[in-house]
C-alpha cells in the first residue's frame, strides 16, 4: 500500500493552509469519488477551486469552474476534435497558476499532466500534485496512436507527481509496473458515506433484486436477467443508459415484474436502498478491460444500506464479499449457480456484517491515508 511516511511528505498532512486545495477533473454528471474528496476536505475547513470540463461529450456542455462548490464562472463548449483537448490543457494550466494553492490534484493523468506543466511554469510558490488516479483500463481507445499518447501521459504523471492514489491494489500493481514508485503510493477503493448510518435488521427477500447505475451492454445486466429470470418476483431498477431499451424489452417479454426510476438525486436512492429487502445486482462482464480495475461505488452502497449484493468474480471486492459472507459472487452466472447461491446464503444477522463492512470502507476513514 505504500510507505506511511512517504504519504505523509508527499500527502496534505504537513503542507500549511497558505492556499485552497486545486482541483481538474474531466467529470461525468453522476457523484464520484472526488466529489466525496472534495466534500471531505471542506469538512476539514480546506477551501477548494475546481475546474471541470465535459468527459464523454463538449456539444451542448460547459466547463465549469467552482468555488467550494459554488460555479463562479462556465464556458460553453462545442465539439472540436482534439483542439477541445488543446483548450481544457490550456485553461487548466491558466487557473492552476492563478489559484496559488497549496495542493493540486487531478482526477487522471490528463488533468494531473497539466497540472505538472502548471508547476513547472510557476517561479516561486510550487504545490504538492495529487494524482488521483480514480480509474485504469487497458486500450482505453480504439486507436492505437491515441493508446500510445494515452500511455506516454500516465507514465509522466506517474514519475512525477509527489503522491498517487489507486483504487485498488490491481492498479497500483499495474502502475508499480508502468514506473510508479510505490512508496508514493497509497490505495483508496471507492467507498460510500452515509448521513444517517444505521444498521437495523430488516428481512432479506431472496426475490426481490434492484439495480442502481447505468445501463449499459458493459454493466452485463441484461445477460444477468435473463439467465436468472425464474428467480425474480420482482425488479426494481433506478438508473438508465444505452441499454435500457433492450433490458426492459426482456423484462416485458419474458414477464419480469419491474419497475424503473429513470433520475432519482443520489440521496433518494440511498435512502430507497435503506428500506429495500432483497439483493443488488452489480453484475460485471468479463470482456471489458476496465471492469478488473475497477471499484464500483455502488456495491460498497448496497452493502453499507443493508443490501447484500449479486456479482461476478471480476472486480477487486469480490474477494471482500465472498470472504466476509456480503452476497453472492458468481463465476458463471447461470441459473443453476445462482440459484444454489441464493438457497445457501444465510442472510441472519446482515446488519452485523454490514456495520462491520461500513466501518471500513466509508469513505471518511479511506480519505484518510491521503495524508490529511
Keep these: 500500500m505504500g510507505s506511511k511516511t512517504n504519504v505523509r511528505a508527499a500527502g496534505i498532512r504537513d503542507v500549511k493552509a497558505a492556499g485552497p486545495v486545486f482541483i481538474a477533473n474531466h467529470a461525468s454528471v453522476m457523484p464520484g469519488p472526488l466529489d466525496h474528496f472534495e466534500s471531505y476536505l471542506w469538512r476539514h475547513d480546506r477551501d477548494t477551486v475546481r475546474i471541470d470540463h465535459p468527459l464523454d461529450s463538449y456539444e451542448g456542455n460547459s466547463s465549469v469552474l467552482r468555488r467550494n462548490g459554488k460555479p463562479v464562472r462556465a464556458w460553453k463548449r462545442h465539439d ?14 491558466t487557473t492552476a497558476l492563478r489559484t496559488k494553492a497549496s495542493v493540486a490534484i487531478g482526477a487522471n493523468n490528463f488533468d494531473t499532466y497539466s497540472l505538472l506543466t502548471a508547476r513547472r511554469l510557476r517561479l516561486a510558490h510550487k504545490p504538492r500534485i495529487i494524482y488521483y488516479a480514480i480509474d485504469y483500463s487497458e486500450d482505453r481507445f480504439r486507436n492505437p496512436v491515441m493508446n500510445w ?22 492498479a497500483e500493481s499495474r502502475r508499480v509496473d508502468l514506473g510508479l514508485d510505490q512508496r508514493k503510493s497509497v490505495i ?19 426475490d426481490r433484486f434492484i439495480f442502481v447505475g447505468s445501463v449499459t451492454r458493459e454493466h452485463g445486466l441484461y445477460e444477468l436477467l435473463a439467465a436468472i ?6 425488479l426494481t431498477i433506478i438508473g438508465r443508459g444505452d441499454d435500457s431499451e433492450r433490458v426492459l424489452n426482456l423484462c416485458e417479454q419474458q414477464q419480469i415484474p419491474y419497475v424503473v426510476h429513470s433520475q432519482w438525486p443520489h440521496d433518494a436512492v440511498l435512502e430507497y436502498l435503506r428500506d ?9 462482464n468479463r470482456y471489458s478491460k476496465w471492469t478488473y480495475y475497477c471499484s464500483p461505488m455502488k456495491v460498497s452502497e448496497y452493502i453499507s444500506l443493508g443490501v447484500p449484493v449479486i456479482t461476478s468474480s471480476v472486480p477487486e471486492i469480490a474477494e471482500t464479499i465472498k470472504a466476509e459472507s456480503l452476497g ?24 452485523v456484517r454490514a456495520q462491520k463492512f461500513y466501518a471500513a470502507f466509508n469513505s471518511d476513514t479511506l480519505f484518510e491515508r491521503v495524508g490529511l
Excluded: C
Design 188 to 206: 483508496v477503493p471507492n467507498g460510500v458515506l452515509l448521513a444517517r448510518p444505521e444498521f437495523a435488521p430488516k428481512p432479506i427477500h431472496k
Design 328 to 351: 453472492i459472487v458468481y463465476e458463471r452466472g447461470d441459473l443453476e449457480e445462482i440459484r444454489a447461491a441464493l438457497d445457501d446464503f444465510d442472510a441472519t444477522d446482515f446488519h
Design 149 to 170: 499518447i494515452y500511455m506516454r501521459v500516465e507514465r509522466s504523471a506517474l514519475r512525477r507527481a509527489d503522491l498517487v492514489v489507486s483504487n485498488t491494489r490491481r
Design 276 to 284: 429495500f429487502e432483497g439483493f443488488g445486482l452489480a453484475p460485471y
Design 229 to 234: 429470470k425464474p428467480l425474480i418476483g420482482s
Design 80 to 93: 472540436r476534435g482534439p483542439l477541445g483537448l488543446f483548450w481544457d490543457f490550456a485553461h487548466t494550466i
